[in-house]
C-alpha cells in the first residue's frame, strides 16, 4: 500500500485542487503522502463536474459575510504564488482589467474589503455609471482558462508525486484506505447524495454560457441585479476565446441548454459591452454548469468517522474559483487545529 494514502482528498474540482496544494504549501505534507479520490478528473465532461463549465474570474458577487469575504481576499492575493507553482500566466491563469456594476450597492463592509487589496481599485462616479447602476468599480482581476487550469494544476500535483484515483465512491467512509489519517470532502453538487455526508442543504445554482471567439476583447465586464448576472469575461491564453453569461437558476439540475437562453445572454453582454459585435458573433460552444451552493453558505468543519479525522470543504457555489483557495487554507488550518487537539490527550 502507497504511503501516499495517508491523506486523501475527496473531490478534483477546483476547491478538491486548492485544498491538496494547501496541503503541501500550507501544512508541509509530503506530495508522496496525498492521495485525491474523484469520479471525474480535469479533461472528463459532466454536468455533475462543476469546475470546467466555470465563467471563471475573480468577481465581487460573493456574499459578505466575515467568512467569504477572508476566502476571498486570502485567494486574491496569494494565486500568484500559484501561477508561478503550476508555470505562470500560460498555464490558464493570468491577469486582465475588469468593470463591475451592481444594481444595488453591496454594502460597506463588502467595499471596505475590497479597498483593503483589489489592485488598481478605481470607485467610478456616479455621473459615469449606466442607467439603472447604482455602484461601479475597475479593477485588475484574476482570469481563468479553467478546464486547462484545472489540468495544470493537476499536472503539478502529480508531478509533485500526488497520486489521482478515478473512483466513485458511494458512501464517504469508502476514502478511508488503511493508512488514511485525514478525508477532505470536497464532493462539491456531491455533497447532496454520497452516503455519510447527503447534505440536504446542497443545492445547484444552474448557469448557461456561450463560448465565443473575440480576439478584440481583452477586459471583463460585469453586472450583478437582484435576480440576474450579466458577465464577459476574456479566458487567457485559449486563443481568443470570449464566455459571455449568464444565469442563477436556484434547484435547477438539468445540463440541457436552451436556445431562448443563449439569445438572451447575447442580448444582455452585448448591451454591457457593445464592442463585442465590431466583429461578427462567432460561437464555439454552448454549455450548462451547476453550481454547488448551499444554504447557509460553505461548510468547512471537522468530524470523526471510525475513529479519523473527516474534514468537509463544500458549498463554494459559483465562487469556488476566487474563494476556494482560501477555503482549502481554511480546512488544512482546521486539520491542524484537530491535530494539535488529538496530541494533547
Excluded at 465586464?221 to 450579466?230: F, Q
Excluded at 464592442?275 to 454552448?286: G, K, S
Amino acid at each position: 500500500m502507497s504511503q501516499s494514502d495517508e491523506y486523501v482528498v475527496v473531490g478534483a474540482g477546483i476547491t478538491g485542487l486548492y485544498t491538496a496544494y494547501c496541503l503541501i504549501n500550507d501544512a508541509k505534507v509530503s506530495p508522496r503522502k496525498i492521495s485525491v479520490i474523484a469520479q471525474y478528473m480535469p479533461g472528463d465532461q459532466s454536468i455533475h463536474y462543476t469546475s470546467p463549465w466555470a465563467g471563471g474570474n475573480f468577481s465581487c458577487i460573493t456574499p459578505d459575510d466575515p467568512d467569504t469575504l477572508e476566502f476571498d481576499k486570502y485567494t486574491y492575493t496569494n494565486l500568484k504564488q500559484l501561477q508561478a507553482k503550476i508555470g505562470g500566466p500560460k498555464k490558464g491563469i493570468d491577469h486582465n482589467p475588469t468593470t463591475e456594476y451592481w444594481d444595488i450597492y453591496p454594502g460597506e463592509k463588502k467595499v471596505d474589503s475590497l479597498k483593503s487589496y483589489l489592485t488598481d481599485l478605481i470607485i467610478i462616479p456616479k455621473f459615469q455609471l449606466p442607467k439603472g447602476v447604482a455602484f461601479g468599480i475597475k479593477y485588475t482581476t484574476w482570469d481563468f482558462f479553467c478546464p486547462f487550469y484545472l489540468a495544470n494544476i493537476k499536472e503539478y500535483l502529480e508531478t509533485s508525486g500526488v497520486r489521482f484515483i478515478k473512483k466513485k465512491l458511494t458512501h464517504i467512509a469508502q476514502a478511508y484506505l488503511p493508512r488514511t489519517k485525514v478525508v477532505f470532502n470536497c464532493t462539491g453538487i456531491g455533497a447532496f447524495s454520497i452516503s455519510g455526508v447527503k447534505d440536504s442543504k446542497v443545492y445547484p445554482t444552474r448557469g448557461q454560457v456561450l463560448v465565443v471567439h473575440a480576439p478584440h476583447i481583452h477586459e471583463n465586464r460585469m453586472r450583478w441585479g437582484e435576480d440576474y448576472a450579466t458577465y464577459i469575461i476574456p479566458r487567457p491564453h485559449s486563443h481568443d476565446q470570449l464566455i459571455l453569461g449568464g444565469f442563477l437558476q436556484k434547484d435547477n439540475w438539468t445540463g440541457d441548454t436552451s436556445g431562448e437562453e443563449s439569445r438572451d445572454i447575447i442580448k444582455r453582454t452585448t448591451e454591457l459591452m457593445p464592442e463585442i459585435l465590431d466583429r461578427p458573433l462567432e460561437i464555439l460552444a454552448v454549455a450548462a454548469g451547476l453550481r454547488p451552493s448551499r444554504h447557509g453558505g460553505v461548510r468547512i468543519e471537522s468530524e470523526h468517522v471510525e475513529g479519523k479525522l473527516l474534514i468537509h470543504n463544500y458549498g463554494a457555489s459559483g465562487y469556488g474559483y476566487q474563494a476556494g483557495f482560501g477555503m482549502g487554507h481554511r480546512a488544512v488550518q482546521l486539520m491542524l487545529k484537530e491535530q494539535q487537539l488529538y496530541c494533547k490527550l
